[in-house]
């Protein structure tokens, strides 16, 4: 695990209520003026679980390598697709418009997230000004010059296909002796999604194979190997890689820059750790 100098202190704050719901992000602030380049985490989870807590050691080692972190909770499971996504862009701008208090330069976000929450990253830094995503006004001074862009995004083995990865699911359930995880997982998806037609239209892959007239600010994927569960190749692919390669390849298809870091994937929790602190501090600047 990369070792970094800064100290940093931590706070959780409400970011946002939905009635008497309050959603919290907790803050990881170096010690110093700055301001910071930030990164907002998102937690993983089949969309229907989790919470931010389960980043902690990759936050903390972004805070001691001198970023601002901020990780969310945000709404999932049955609230629904965008919910998630309307959440997070609403909690980016948060965070540029609240820049002064956590130390932040609003200039220098990126965006952070595992599993799922790798999809819902790089689907908010694709479609930042979705009105659908950016539904939830800003009551803040600055809300006016403030928008959900990021500068780059590093996912970790994320579920970039929602489609492709339920009928992968669903096609593994059907041996006769299925993996674990995939027992339960279309009924998540199903929770979540609620149609193949919403896996579909909010999907980072196919909005590329589409076409669609998206944002592709520099990315990193790390992925552990071997991965059944988001390593895996769809056979209704156009190209003969597995999912990270054809992602990549349209990525890059479409003028934007990745790069495909494969670890271990024993060891990928904490291997991955390193990876990501250097991708952020090369793209968001010291």
Known sequence: MPTGTHEFTTQDVAYLHHGEKALMARLFVPRGEGPFAAVMDIHGGAWTGGDLA????????????????????????????PTSLADINYGIRWLKARGSEFHVDPDRIGLCGQSSGGHLAMLSAMRPNDPRYAAIP??????????????????????????????????????????????????????????????A???????????????????LWVQGRPDNIHDYRDPEAPISGNEPERFVTNYRKAGGEIELVVVEQAARATASIEPIVAFFREHLGR
């Open 54 to 81: 389960e980043c902690k050691d990759r936050d903390e080692a972004l805070a001691r390598s001198g970023l601002v972190v901020a990780a969310l909770n945000f709404r999932h499971a049955g609230d629904g697709y």
């Open 138 to 199: 800003l009551h803040e001074a600055a809300a006016a010059t403030q928008d959900a862009s990021v500068r780059c995004v590093a996912m970790a083995w994320p579920v970039i296909n929602p489609l492709s990865r339920y009928r992968h699911a669903r096609r593994l359930r059907e041996q006769t002796e299925p993996p674990a995880w995939a027992v339960p997982m279309p009924e998540k998806h199903e929770l979540y999604w609620g149609s193949e037609a919403k896996m």
């Open 201 to 219: 239209e909010g999907n980072p892959m196919l909005a590329l194979e589409r076409a669609e007239a998206v944002l592709t600010p520099p990315a």
